[in-house]
């Protein structure tokens, strides 16, 4: 019977490919959608680590008080910067403002640019620092009527540095800023996002947020653990503040990413899910066609002895072979398809940070399961209907059937492979 089927994928290798090819598009989808989920999951989270590496520690508004009904941070005075900087325990603290899509930029024609999809943060920035999650790439920090972008907003609005620039304030007003700089969060880029940076002060007025902050990270003097400068920061602030390592910032930034990319990776799974559902039915027609065109062989088989359990058996080692193949092929191509996926949407905005693409073990377990599985269960039909044969079909004529399924094939195949395509790229 294993002869017989390898025989069999032999002479039927045309439509056997066709049914590879489409299940090998399902496969790289679901490849990819994890490959390019993951490497991103493990890329942010070393941007994270990169940002906060010199941060021992940071002040806050207390925990269940962090978001405004704006999405900011909620603020607190400025002056316990000077109270945290007092302590021995404390080598550097600076305080700051982020805030969440409230300037813009505003180019030579008038028009607002801005990422299509990432957002624009506002963020108070007074120089490289040991705390500074920002490095400074080119020009200098900005002072009073200054302004700092990241690199790839300064490019798309054709801003240069020393050139006075429009800055759309939360207002609606415009209002003039010379460019003297350009920086970069962290050491993997801004993820897609666009970044105006003013001095405390400037940011400050521009948020209509005159001597307030909504955080200060410090980094510890020589021999004092981030613990015990948590400790020694909390018995000094005021009622509604907390102080936690950097390890929680850390984490709580890596987290933030985390869900954006859960969200991500599901809606590109969703698409493979999609482009998977129409390959079942090139499956299922390319095996109904195969049983249809071999039932005077099948009949043959069941007449010299061979249970329908074995001719069942045929149809799905078949289709065994077509799914172990596709998933190996799709697994692979997983890595194309992730990506083609990080350059398109690169291309639209959403810059992402650079880094290798990264298969895991549960990607390879996942994507061959997912293969065989739709490939057996899409024969499945196919199989049964074969093991039905019954030993006089071998002597009667199945041409015109043949025929028919041979027509009913191409004409779904004509259909379902651009479907799933057009489908698959959304």
Do not use: C
């Amino acid at each position: 019977m294993f002869r017989l089927v390898i025989r069999g994928v032999r002479s039927h290798l045309g439509r056997l490919i066709l049914t590879l090819i489409s299940v090998v598009l399902g496969v790289a989808f679901v490849s990819g959608s994890f490959v390019l989920a993951d490497s991103l999951r493990s890329i942010f989270d070393q941007v994270s680590e990169d940002a906060f590496a010199g941060v021992d520690a940071q002040v806050r508004v207390a925990e269940g008080d962090l978001n405004s009904s704006q999405g900011d941070l909620l603020k607190f005075s400025d002056s316990v910067i000077t109270t945290v900087q007092a302590l021995p325990e404390v080598e550097v603290a600076e305080g700051g403002i982020f805030a969440f899509e409230k300037t813009y930029t505003i180019d030579a024609s008038g028009e607002i640019v801005r990422p299509l999809g990432p957002p624009v943060f506002t963020t108070s920035w007074d120089g490289p620092s040991a705390v500074s999650s920002f490095r400074n790439i080119e020009g200098g920090p900005p002072v009073g009527q200054q302004v700092v972008l990241d690199a790839t907003q300064a490019n798309a609005g054709g801003f240069s540095i020393g050139e006075e620039i429009t800055i759309s304030l939360p207002t609606g007003e415009p209002e003039l800023f010379t460019l003297v700089g350009t920086l970069d969060f962290g050491e993997g880029g801004t993820g897609g996002a666009y970044f105006i940076g003013f001095d405390l002060p400037t940011t400050q007025r521009v948020l209509d947020a005159e001597g307030l902050i909504d955080s200060i990270v410090v980094n510890a003097a020589d021999g004092v653990t981030p613990e015990q400068l948590v400790a020694a920061i909390s018995a000094v602030l005021p009622d509604g503040l907390e102080a936690v390592t950097g390890e929680v910032v850390i984490g709580e930034q890596q987290a933030e990413f985390g869900d954006f990319i859960d969200i991500f990776g599901n809606v590109l799974l969703g698409f493979a899910v999609v482009v998977l559902f129409v390959s079942t039915f090139i499956i299922h027609n390319t095996f109904a066609t195969l049983v249809g065109q071999r039932t005077r062989q099948y009949g043959l088989l069941r007449s010299i002895g061979a249970s329908a359990k074995q001719i069942r058996g045929m149809v799905m080692l078949e289709a065994g072979f077509v799914g172990v193949f596709a998933s190996i092929l799709g697994l692979l191509g997983g890595l194309g398809v992730a990506a083609l996926l990080k350059q398109l949407f690169s291309s639209g905005g959403a810059e992402f940070p650079d880094g290798p693409l990264e298969i895991r073990t549960r990607t390879i377990v996942v994507v061959v399961i997912v293969g065989m599985v739709v490939t057996l269960v899409s024969a499945l039909l196919p199989a049964l209907k074969a093991s039905r044969v019954a030993p006089l079909e071998a002597f009667r004529n199945g041409g015109a059937r043949q025929r028919s399924l041979r027509f009913r094939l191409t004409i779904g195949a004509a259909v379902t492979v651009p479907g799933a395509v057009l489908l698959g790229l959304g």
